[in-house]
């Protein structure tokens, strides 16, 4: 389903980041992207996600390669990366609200998927790292599954930075019922994921 072949990054001053790098993912499949720091981790999740084009090979999508239609790429995919954009001015919900006029969905659910519901009034600007963490995941209880037109990738950058237990728990409820759906996962991460079964890429 998504595939990556002999794909090579390049970045500035330091040339290959990494090279030759092949996998494969079917529906359900999770990937966890480990290294250390600088190994190239978030530059993989932004080649995968379309963001930036690999110096060589090419990320396939059901056979196809994702350059051939970048919107249509977008639109299966969702990213939680370092930045997290979120609008610091308007509440939790209002947050939630404008990714649900996106991709449809109800707050509610998407409130409660992460815990949010005590702080939906808030302005987000006014939230700890940990919250504002679980208001961008939040985002991802929105729109429809994958089975039925939403997001099949989820690509997520050091997605428990910040979290407590009872959160980090909830996420694994999140992505238990995505990759039960049919969805995929790919995560970079320093720190243990709930993701059973994972395969692992380590760069
Ligand atoms: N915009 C950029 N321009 C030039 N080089 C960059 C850029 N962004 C990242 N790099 C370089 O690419 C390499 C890989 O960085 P990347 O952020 O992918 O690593 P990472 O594995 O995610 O690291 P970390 O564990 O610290 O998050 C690093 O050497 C970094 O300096």
């Known amino acids: ?5 002999e794909l090579a990054c390049v970045r500035g001053e330091r040339g ?51 350059a051939a239609d970048r919107a249509a790429h977008a639109r299966r995919l969702r990213y939680v990366g370092h930045q997290d954009g979120l ?21 509610a659910p998407a409130l409660e998927a992460m815990g949010l519901a005590p702080l939906a009034g808030l302005p987000a600007r006014m939230l700890s790292a940990g919250q504002r963490r679980r208001l961008a995941l939040a985002r991802l209880a929105l729109g429809a599954p994958p089975g039925a037109g939403g997001a099949a990738l989820w690509l997520l950058d050091e997605p428990t930075t910040g979290l407590d237990a009872a959160s980090v728990a909830r996420l694994a409820r999140l992505l238990e019922r995505h990759r039960a759906q049919g969805g995929l996962v790919v995560a970079a991460t320093h720190l243990p994921l709930p993701l059973p079964d994972a395969a692992e890429l380590r760069l």
């Open 87 to 107: 609008k610091p001015g308007l509440t939790v919900r209002e947050n939630l609200a404008f990714y649900a006029r996106l991709w449809g969905g109800g707050t």
């Open 16 to 66: 290959a980041v990494f090279a030759g790098l092949s996998f494969r993912l079917e529906a359900g499949g999770a990937l966890l992207v480990t290294g250390p720091n600088g190994a190239g981790k978030s530059t993989l999740l932004r080649v995968l996600a379309g963001l930036l084009p690999a110096a060589a090979g090419q990320v396939l999508w059901r056979g196809e390669d994702i």
């Open 1 to 5: 389903m998504l595939e990556a072949r």
